[in-house]
């Protein structure tokens, strides 16, 4: 990492793999003090485009994204918890059903979007879509005016 990419602004982003009564992975992302959360049921895409369901679940406070290590047997999500990747990301657009975000990790790296599933008969707003963008160049357009060259490539 040169000093050029430190001094970019980002916000904390990790995965933490882990293997609860259930294997998952929890996505968190740092928004407004806090880490909002979704658990993956299955390996976050990293290259492909495949839509993988992600739950949203509580908010974990900061500095949460450095735990590794075993939650006790009889504690909620009892099981080892380890780092699968960490790094930053820039919120491209956000509201409260979608959030468009570069993301800066080691395995995990472009833009993704997390789209919130609209389920009318079982009321449930919690379920969402995580995926890679299919078109990572126009996605990344939409970040151009207030970027600068360095990022620009970054997306590609
Ligand atoms: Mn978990």
Same mark, same amino acid.
């Given at each position: ?57 509580? +908010?974990?406070? /900061? ?5 590794? #290590?075993?939650?006790?047997? %009889?504690? *909620?999500?009892?099981? =080892? ?13 956000? +509201?409260?059903? /979608? ?5 800066? #990790?080691?395995?995990?790296? %472009?833009? *993704?979007?997390?789209? =919130? ?34 990022? =620009?490539?970054?997306?590609?």
């Amino acid at each position: 990492m040169n000093r050029q990419t430190k001094k970019e602004p980002g916000l904390i982003y990790v995965i933490q793999k882990h293997l609860a009564s259930r294997l998952h992975y929890d996505l968190r992302l740092e928004e407004n003090g806090v880490l909002k959360s979704w658990a993956l049921p299955k390996e976050p895409p990293t290259t492909g485009a495949e839509k993988r369901l992600a739950v949203e679940v509580e +908010d974990h406070p /900061l500095g949460y994204e450095d735990f590794e #290590g075993s939650i006790p047997e %009889g504690e *909620y999500g009892a099981g =080892r918890v380890e780092i699968w990747d960490r790094g930053t990301y820039q919120p491209l657009h956000r +509201d409260q059903d /979608l959030r468009e975000i570069l993301i800066q #990790g080691k395995k995990l790296r %472009g833009v *993704y979007t997390l789209v =919130r599933i609209k389920d009318r008969r079982q009321g449930k707003e919690n379920l969402w879509l995580f995926f890679r963008n299919k078109n990572q160049e126009k996605a990344g357009l939409k970040n151009e005016k207030n970027s600068n060259r360095k990022s =620009r490539e970054k997306i590609k």
